[in-house]
């Protein structure tokens, strides 16, 4: 059942900072918890491996929920980093003219 299945999914993946592997962020993809949103802006702005935090922008950018995108918007406004920056801008202009 996907209610027990996203429990033991979060079980496993939150916090964050002590569980962070590509395994985990493709656990998160696969849940309905919002907390994942949570999770992934976790990853882009804090201190992990750049595979990761690609692994969690592309998580974001593929998701068209409502959460997601004002996930995104809060990190176009918090996020100052060279790479996401722009495309997490690109990817909400995207949204905004579909």
Same mark, same amino acid.
């Given at each position: 059942?996907?209610? @027990?299945?996203?429990?033991?999914?979060?079980?496993?993946?939150?916090?964050?900072?002590?569980?962070?592997?590509?395994?985990?962020?493709?656990?998160?993809?696969?849940?309905?918890?919002?907390?994942?949103?949570?999770?992934?802006?976790? @990853?882009?702005?804090?201190?992990?491996?750049?595979?990761?935090?690609?692994?969690?922008?592309?998580?974001?950018?593929?998701?068209? +929920?409502?959460?997601?995108?004002?996930?995104?918007?809060?990190?176009?406004?918090?996020?100052?980093?060279?790479?996401? +920056?722009?495309? @997490?801008?690109?990817?909400?202009?995207?949204?905004?003219?579909?």
């Amino acid at each position: 059942h996907p209610i @027990i299945r996203d429990l033991f999914v979060l079980k496993h993946c939150l916090p964050i900072e002590e569980k962070l592997d590509s395994y985990t962020i493709e656990s998160l993809t696969r849940i309905s918890d919002p907390r994942k949103y949570d999770a992934f802006a976790t @990853i882009l702005s804090g201190d992990f491996m750049l595979n990761y935090k690609l692994q969690a922008f592309a998580a974001l950018e593929t998701d068209s +929920s409502e959460q997601a995108l004002r996930t995104l918007l809060i990190l176009a406004e918090t996020l100052n980093h060279d790479f996401f +920056s722009e495309r @997490i801008k690109e990817s909400i202009d995207r949204r905004m003219k579909q």
